[in-house]
C-alpha cells in the first residue's frame, strides 16, 4: 500500500512531462509539424537534467523560457503552441486581489516587499503568477 502511495506521487509530480511524451508520440507520424518539433526541443532540453523524472515545476520554467525567446523572436505560432502547456496565468485584478489578502493576513509593512515576494514565490499559485506585474502591484499596495 506504501509503495502504490509513493508510486502515485512519484507519477504525480512528473506529469506534464509524461503528457509531452504523450503528445510528441502521437504526434510522431506527421511530416513537418511545428508542434512536433517544439516539442522534441523541449524534450531534449528535459534530458539535460540527471533524474529521468523532472518536476512540473522545472519543465514549466523550462516552457516559459522558451516562450520568451519566441516572444523576442516574434514567432508567435511557436508562443500559441507553448502556451498550450503553460497554465493559465492570473489576471492583473485576481492577483491584486490576491496580493492584498495576503498582506492583510501576515500584516506585512511598506518595507516588506522583498518578504511578500519571497512568499508569492514559493505559494502554491507561483506558476500563475507574473512577477513582474506582481512586483508592481506589491509596490502599489505596500506603498498604500
Keep these: 500500500m506504501i509503495f502504490f502511495y509513493f508510486l502515485n506521487f512519484k507519477i504525480k509530480m512528473n506529469t506534464l512531462q509524461i503528457k509531452l511524451q504523450e503528445v510528441l508520440s502521437n504526434l510522431a507520424k506527421e511530416k513537418n509539424n511545428q508542434t512536433k518539433e517544439l516539442l522534441k526541443v523541449v524534450i531534449a532540453e528535459l534530458s539535460r537534467y540527471p533524474s529521468k523524472e523532472v518536476p512540473d515545476e522545472e519543465v514549466l520554467r523550462i516552457i516559459k523560457k522558451m516562450k520568451?525567446?519566441?516572444?523576442?523572436?516574434?514567432?508567435?505560432?511557436?508562443?500559441?503552441?507553448?502556451?498550450?502547456?503553460?497554465?493559465?496565468?492570473?489576471?492583473?485584478?485576481?492577483?491584486?486581489?490576491?496580493?492584498?489578502?495576503?498582506?492583510?493576513?501576515?500584516?506585512?509593512?511598506a518595507k516588506d516587499m522583498g518578504k511578500v515576494m519571497q512568499y508569492l514565490k514559493q505559494d502554491e499559485k507561483a506558476n500563475v503568477i507574473d512577477n513582474k506585474i506582481a512586483s508592481k502591484i506589491v509596490k502599489e499596495l505596500l506603498s498604500k
Design 68 to 109: 520568451a525567446n519566441a516572444i523576442e523572436c516574434g514567432n508567435l505560432h511557436e508562443v500559441a503552441i507553448l502556451d498550450h502547456y503553460l497554465p493559465q496565468m492570473m489576471s492583473e485584478e485576481e492577483l491584486k486581489i490576491y496580493i492584498k489578502n495576503i498582506i492583510d493576513k501576515f500584516e506585512f509593512g
